[in-house]
């Protein structure tokens, strides 16, 4: 965790002193996970969401262990406060009902995640229509994991399993 932090000074750093080039470097912030260029090893997975309500997959498979890249669109034209989508992978047990109740009192000011993020493995941002969120996170232990969309009214539809193999 120190050299992470080094790292986003030395990156912020390195942005400042580059600010008259035209240059555009990516800024990690702090507890926001983005993509490793140079991980030559790991799972990416893609997920979209769309204006009905929709994920496209219902089913995602990863390797525990592995770095999971994955990539979550929302493919339709709605705006976040009407059509948002996210993705929430639950801790194991999680009542999806239960939690999705936490997420709608929670709110946008938490981005839809209850309890500060106590039931969750990872998560994307919520996302309108044409946006786009990039996470990754180290898969866990094998098993079948539930994930959903937390906005409100959408889990019933917008739910799906990832199962972890060995
Ligand atoms: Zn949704």
């Not at 080039?21 to 993509?35: A, D, F, M, S």
């Not at 979209?48 to 390797?63: C, I, V, Y």
């Not at 996170?137 to 094998?142: L, N, R, S, V």
Request: hydrophobic content about 40%; some cysteine; overall charge neutral.
């Amino acid at each position: 965790m120190k050299n992470l932090i080094a790292f986003i000074v030395l990156t912020t750093m390195l942005t400042a002193c580059g600010e008259t080039k035209k240059e555009e470097k990516p800024v990690l912030k702090i507890g926001q996970t983005t993509q490793n260029t140079t991980a030559p090893k790991g799972t990416a997975l893609a997920l979209t969401g769309n204006d009905m309500m929709q994920f496209d997959k219902k089913e995602l498979t990863a390797k525990s262990g592995e770095k999971i890249t994955l990539t979550f669109r929302h493919v339709g034209q709605l705006e976040k406060r009407v059509m948002g989508h996210n993705f929430v992978l639950l801790v194991p047990g999680t009542d999806i009902t239960g939690f999705a109740s936490e997420a709608a009192a929670a709110g946008a000011d938490s981005d839809w995640i209850p309890n500060d993020g106590a039931q969750v493995i990872a998560h994307t941002k919520m996302l309108g229509g044409g946006q786009s969120d990039v996470i990754t996170f180290e898969a866990p232990q094998p098993g079948v994991y539930d994930y959903i969309c937390s906005f409100p009214g959408h889990s019933g539809m917008m739910r799906g399993t990832l199962t972890i193999i060995p």
